[in-house]
């Protein structure tokens, strides 16, 4: 089911797992498997409409991708870049099994890049804080920050003007 929608998470009919794990849990489980075991039966009535089915697919698609390619442009930047790639490729895994694995595949790089960084002497982890650093200064030098706020403060230098 290369091409179809995830199914994975959908109960099937009459199944009592969702009950049966919430007697053994006292209770709170059970709130995000009927959560879970809902959203899993309108998405199989969504998949039973050819038509409703792929424009699903699509909106799930732009989405995810919208969230990944913001993703990619904050990594550099403070803050979540990272989580947010992750959430983007987390939203089209829901659909689509080549962004599954290519999260799998993305996560297990990362864990094992920020292992060996961490194992790092401080002098390579501050290159490497010195490179980040670098990289935002210079995408904001292009996208005219520099000048912007320079222009606020009466600060109107030729050099901090964006190249474009």
Do not use: C
Not at 10 to 18: F, N, Q
Not at 36 to 46: C, L, T, V, Y
Not at 118 to 140: D, Y
């Amino acid at each position: 089911m290369e091409n179809g929608p995830r199914t994975d998470h959908v109960p099937a009919p009459g199944d009592d797992t969702a009950e049966r794990g919430a007697a053994v849990d006292g209770g709170e489980r059970s709130v995000f498997r009927r959560i879970g075991d809902g959203i899993g039966r309108r998405r199989a009535a969504i998949a039973s409409n050819r038509t409703l089915d792929l424009t699903y697919r699509a909106i799930v698609g732009v989405v995810g991708t919208i969230v990944l390619v913001v993703g990619i442009i904050a990594i550099p930047y403070p803050g979540p870049g990272w989580l947010i790639v992750f959430a983007g490729l987390g939203i089209l895994a829901s659909e689509f099994d080549w962004a599954h694995r290519i999260l799998h595949v993305v996560r297990g790089k990362y864990d094992t890049f920020m292992a060996w960084f961490g194992r790092q002497s401080w002098f390579v982890r501050g290159l490497g804080a010195l490179g980040t650093a670098a990289v935002v200064v210079a995408t904001l030098w292009v996208l005219g920050t520099f000048g912007l706020v320079g222009g606020w403060v009466g600060l109107h230098q030729p050099w901090l003007q964006s190249p474009f």
